[in-house]
């Protein structure tokens, strides 16, 4: 053991977690740590042989019959003298207060910690294995089991005696034994049995698949999952039993219980130990291999594997190769594999090393990830669980991953996680820029610095521009406009652009940014003589949101020359902040702009400018034609004698035959339509327009020996003069051209409008008869007449007091009453009555009369 331990290359202190492929990409499912303290003490005098686990403590069995009492860190607690050999077994009730404890030389112990010793006896053969009931701090559960050649039961009697009984003999030594709940599993050389301590019976023998190994060299180990599933492993073998009931009509001579095999697989190596994983297995392997110089099979490093069952095989999960001290000495029964059920604590036990393997947690997760270099996806993890990880912190882990992004040369990226990661943290922020400017990357962190909540210190942004001011312009100029000016001092920057523009004072970036940072310090002024002189598209936005009509008085003309458009819209809309006598005058000099200026306030409002609407004739006239008949027909301010004199000077005909209509010279123009513009049809038009027998007569007499405009004519006058007038006086032998088809059109027209006469005829024939129809229905309705209706001349009662007496009554149709006597005597002028009130000379509603009588 101490030669094993000379060979030894590896200090205690160091990890044991060494993987077959150290370079490997996938994470390890599990960590180790040797258990130190105590134990190291142990086993640099004696070497283990076994060892039982506990949530609370560890009992540990050596080769000179000692067991020590340990806690979870390796502190020896107690130690207990037990004989001057190895110890082979010790069993722990539930309540960790009770312990079995039995030995090569056939001594077996059973007693309480704190309550004194309870059954001691020395067989006459080794004890392999005890195991006492997990329930024996309880009076009724004094009960375990001893194992050599006999499985024996020994039972606590009502006189304080132990009673043994076989439980089973005659296949070999009992090598390994199990209990939980009311079952209990023991393996010989034969196989594995279950008994039923309800109904003390067997109920299953799973009998050993490889019969060719020493069952003293490769023990059968046991491990129950829960109270009805038992993990075996053998040789290579693995089994996973599932104990069931059986149905009332199977039972017969049956047991009332059930074994059945739900898993059984291979495994590559000898199993050591198992032990259950949520629904996996750890499984210690026991591994040979060749050596390369002797080429001889010699112990090699024993296996811890994570695998996943499945109904035919199975999958291995993971898989490491554990250096535990002394391993080329090991046989397969040297190792044990224990486990703590409620911290997945897994104890793997050798003659000079135990290890303690557990599940990794989060912030192992992310040592392994830091390791690899796998820093986004550690930071992820990291935020993801920060409230469960104790090791490390999301602020260290993202500070290392942005001084590895730096370390590769991923200056943007770097930076950009710096939003990320330093989040508020002013002093993080100036530390990480001054890392940037150190290495020249000032740059790279400047699209990503806060700009609010939080705000860096000035002189950190000054940097930052000075950077870009002496290498990129168009950068610097990104930064002006999207960094607000409180940022920095303005005045410093400002100062520093004025000095590089005096080495290129026609640089447009640089000016334009100057103009910016004006406009920062509200010296507006200044900014809009640099916005006006490059022609910037933002000056009409700056006067708008600043305010600056004021200082753009005197640079109508600029604004003008930049955009017409938007300048006139601007002013326009302002005309209480720039007067429009105020424009006009500012472009005097320039009456191309004077004209768009006005034109465009009379599109708005004809009445605004009326004043300028006699300048704006010549305006027109100079550069905007096409619209000066429009201004000419809606203004109602333009002096007609300027227009007309204008328009004489310049030789516009249709504006001129316009004005001369206007005025009341409607033979002039029409007669300058047809001298000068010769188009019939606009003469024509023209005439329609005046509707005017004269001017017809006059366009008759022009066109009377002009033959296209007699066709003209005899195609256009049909609706307004008689074309037998203009017929007769065409000259025989005259020829016209279309003379046929304008006929044709003439007689068309005439028999289309004595069609549509016709047509209105029987029209108003039929509305005259349907209305004179319904008149006639509604005078033949009687007329009520009681005692309220009165006379409309004596206004007296129009029926009589006295119903007896005789009366007389006219009653019109326009409903008003009269008595007989009280009418106006009919003249031979009007022979019929009719009503005084509303029908005295005309013959309406009140000239129909219907009598009454009596």
């Not at 094993?4 to 060494?18: C, H, I, L």
């Not at 000054?462 to 950077?467: D, F, G, I, N, Q």
């Not at 203004?635 to 035959?657: D, G, M, N």
Request: hydrophobic letters at 35%; charged letters at 30%.
């Amino acid at each position: 053991m101490a030669e094993a331990e000379a060979k030894e290359t590896r200090s205690n202190e160091e990890s044991t977690d060494d993987s077959e492929e150290d370079e490997s990409e996938e994470e390890p499912k599990l960590k180790y740590e040797r258990l130190s303290n105590g134990v190291t003490e142990i086993l640099q005098k004696d070497a283990a042989s076994c060892m039982t686990v506990h949530e609370k403590f560890l009992a540990l069995g050596t080769h000179y019959g000692k067991v020590y009492l340990l806690d979870v860190q390796g502190n020896i607690t107690q130690k207990v003298d037990i004989s001057p050999v190895k110890i082979n077994q010790i069993s722990m009730d539930e309540s960790g207060e009770h312990m079995g404890i039995c030995s090569e030389d056939g001594k077996v112990q059973v007693f309480g910690l704190y309550s004194g010793e309870e059954f001691h006896e020395t067989f006459d053969c080794p004890i392999k294995i005890v195991a006492v009931h997990p329930q024996f701090v309880r009076s009724h559960c004094k009960q375990f089991v001893t194992g050599g050649k006999k499985l024996l039961l020994y039972e606590k009697t009502w006189m304080n005696r132990w009673k043994p009984s076989v439980l089973h003999e005659g296949e070999g030594n009992i090598r390994s034994v199990k209990w939980r709940g009311h079952l209990i599993a023991w393996a010989n050389n034969m196989g594995v049995k279950i008994l039923d301590m309800i109904s003390k019976q067997r109920i299953t023998n799973v009998p050993r698949d490889d019969i060719s190994l020493r069952p003293d060299m490769y023990p059968c180990s046991l491990c129950w999952k829960d109270n009805l599933t038992l993990i075996i492993g053998w040789g290579t073998s693995v089994k996973i039993c599932s104990v069931k009931e059986r149905h009332a009509s199977e039972m017969r001579d049956l047991p009332s219980r059930y074994v059945e095999i739900i898993f059984q697989f291979d495994t590559e190596f000898y199993i050591s130990g198992l032990a259950p994983l949520c629904d996996q297995l750890v499984v210690l392997s026991y591994v040979k291999e060749v050596s390369e110089k002797t080429e001889m099979e010699c112990c090699a490093r024993p296996r811890l594997d994570i695998i996943q069952p499945l109904p035919e095989s199975c999958e291995e999960i993971s898989s490491d190769a554990l250096t535990v001290r002394g391993f080329q000495e090991n046989e397969c029964r040297d190792y044990h594999l224990e486990h703590s059920e409620g911290e997945s604590l897994f104890y793997i036990i050798s003659p000079r090393d135990i290890v303690v393997a557990k599940e990794r947690d989060q912030d192992d997760h992310i040592d392994w990830l830091l390791e690899k270099k796998k820093y986004e996806e550690a930071l992820m993890a990291a935020e993801i669980s920060q409230k469960t990880i104790k090791k490390h912190r999301i602020l260290d882990i993202g500070l290392a991953y942005i001084n590895h992004l730096m370390e590769k040369g991923e200056y943007d990226l770097a930076a950009r996680k710096c939003q990320r990661i330093l989040g508020k943290n002013t002093e993080l922020w100036e530390f990480e820029v001054y890392k940037f400017k150190e290495i020249g990357q000032l740059k790279a962190i400047s699209r990503y610095l806060p700009r609010r909540d939080p705000v860096l210190k000035p002189l950190i942004y000054e940097m930052v521009l000075h950077e870009f001011l002496e290498s990129d312009y168009e950068g610097f100029a990104t930064l002006i406009k999207e960094w607000p000016g409180d940022l920095y001092n303005n005045t410093i920057i400002v100062q520093v652009v004025v000095d590089h523009l005096k080495k290129d004072p026609q640089n447009r970036t640089l000016l334009s940014t100057l103009a910016e940072l004006y406009t920062y310090d509200q010296r507006y002024g200044k900014a809009l003589e640099i916005y006006l002189t490059l022609r910037h598209k933002d000056v009409f936005q700056l006067i708008h949101k600043h305010n600056l009509f004021s200082s753009i008085r005197d640079k109508i003309v600029l604004l003008m020359d930049f955009d017409s458009e938007k300048a006139v819209d601007m002013l326009l809309d302002n005309e209480d902040k720039i007067s429009i006598d105020k424009v006009v005058e500012e472009l005097e000099n320039r009456p191309e702009l004077q004209h768009v200026y006005l034109h465009k306030l009379f599109k708005r409002d004809h009445h605004k400018g009326q004043r300028y609407h006699e300048k704006q004739i010549s305006l027109y006239a100079e550069y905007d034609r096409p619209n000066l008949l429009p201004f000419l027909r809606d203004s109602t301010h333009c002096p007609l004698e300027k227009a007309l004199e204008i328009c004489q000077q310049r030789y516009f005909v249709e504006e001129t035959v316009y004005l001369l209509s206007r005025m009341g010279n409607s033979r002039s123009a029409l007669k300058m339509i047809m001298e000068e513009l010769h188009d019939v049809d606009k003469a024509i038009e023209f005439a329609k327009e005046q509707d005017d027998g004269e001017l017809w007569e006059d366009l008759i007499l022009y066109s009377i020996d002009k033959p296209p405009f007699i066709t003209g004519l005899l195609n256009n006058i049909g609706t307004h003069v008689d074309p037998i007038l203009l017929i007769h006086r065409i000259k025989e032998g005259m020829e016209i051209p279309n003379l046929r088809d304008s006929l044709v059109k003439i007689l068309q027209d005439y028999n289309l409008q004595i069609l549509l006469r016709e047509g209105c005829k029987k029209i108003l024939v039929a509305d005259s008869l349907s209305l004179l129809k319904k008149m006639h229905r509604t005078q033949m309705k009687g007329v009520r007449v009681d005692e309220e209706n009165i006379c409309e001349s004596c206004l007296s009662p129009i029926l009589p007091t006295d119903a007896s007496k005789s009366f007389s009554v006219t009653v019109f149709h326009c409903r008003h009453m009269f008595h007989k006597e009280c009418l106006t005597v009919p003249s031979t002028m009007s022979p019929l009555p009719f009503c005084n009130i509303c029908s005295a000379k005309h013959r309406g509603p009140g000239s129909a009369i219907l009598e009454m009588k009596k």
